[in-house]
């Protein structure tokens, strides 16, 4: 069943190399750019299944010389040489059977993520804006481009809620394992007495949705304008350009007021509202699915506890795959990038198994 799919692939691999080369095609720059972004998709497992072809060969060849050869020198060099080839083998078919799992479309999406202070009070919120910056300085590293939709920013420097986009090449599939409740565990500035106090923050990771995704009928949303509060000072808009979007079917509310234009106000409020929606849709979907299908890392639940940060032990563990890290300071620098691969190897290795 694996080599028919993976001649498949190769099959299609080459139709596509035939094509690109056509001038017809290459006029057509939205078919040529498709092309290219699915050969660039096959190539590795193109690739891959070629190398275990040959060795499949060369292992083949290597035992027909073992059931000929007499010398017992020449036969101890050809049976490591088979130990080799196996063990090459084997784990080429493991890379393949990896590369050969379906693609999540949404891999592709950019995202909204939203990170709300839960139990701890200001502590909570000073750590939710730990979290933001942890997330922008990875987001820097992969040159993915950063807005900021909403905040609630608190007096000394938290946020209570904060919501931002983050766009760029493949963003959903490494940041969607982020979603779930995030447990810090430090001594705060304002504690005399040296104790460590436990706070939460929740995350929350939306594939950002096209229009063409979630259409939203205008006769179901309610929309509210009034004066943006906040700091005082200039700050303060003395124009009612804050904006309140409510999805009258399913009662979700969407504020909006970082922005002095009630338009652009508007505008992000319907695309954190358009993110929401298709969450929604998502998760109606994946709960159709058989459970072996589901996602066996965690369920996305905001309630999830699935990350603690503690920082008198510098640690940092991630409770779905019992991974634990010595260097927090690296990781709250955006420093994500081993416990992300770690959580995308249990994923595949999880659906490999169903």
Known sequence: MMIE????????????????????VIRNVKRYKELMQEHASLRATVEVYQEYKKTEQELE????LLSSEEDPDIREMVKEEIENLESREEELEQQ??????????????????????????????????????????????????IEVLSSSETGIGGF????????????????????????????????????IHTSAVTVAVLPEAEETDIEINPEDLKIDVYRSSGPGGQSVNTTDSAVRVTHLPTGLV???????????????????????????????KQAERAE???????????????????????????????????????????????????????????????
């Open 5 to 24: 799919k993976l001649e498949e692939v190769t099959s299609r691999f080459t139709d596509i190399e035939a094509n690109i080369s056509d001038p017809e």
């Open 96 to 145: 393949l059977k990896v590369l050969l799992i379906p693609k999540d479309p949404m891999d592709r999406k950019n995202i909204i993520m939203e990170i709300r202070a839960g139990t701890g009070g200001e502590e909570a919120a000073l750590f939710a804006a730990d979290l933001f910056r942890m997330y922008a300085k990875y987001a820097e590293t992969r040159r993915w481009k």
């Open 61 to 64: 060849e290597a035992e027909q």
């Open 254 to 284: 969407v504020t909006c007021q970082d922005e002095k234009s009630q338009h652009k106000n508007k505008a992000k409020a319907l695309k954190v509202l358009r993110a929401r929606l298709y969450e929604i849709e998502a998760h109606k």
């Open 292 to 354: 072996a299908r589901r996602n066996q890392i965690g369920s996305g639940d905001r309630s999830e506890r699935i990350r603690t940060y503690n920082f008198p032990q510098s640690r940092v563990t991630d409770h779905r795959i019992n991974l634990t890290l010595y260097r927090l300071d690296a990781i709250l620098e955006g420093g994500l990038e081993e416990i992300i691969e770690a959580l995308k190897l249990e994923s595949r290795q999880q659906y490999l198994k169903s």
């Open 160 to 195: 209570k809620e904060i919501i931002f986009s983050i766009s760029g090449n493949n963003v959903y599939e490494d940041l969607r394992y982020e979603s779930g409740g995030h447990r810090v565990q430090r001594v705060p500035e304002t504690e005399s007495g040296g104790r």
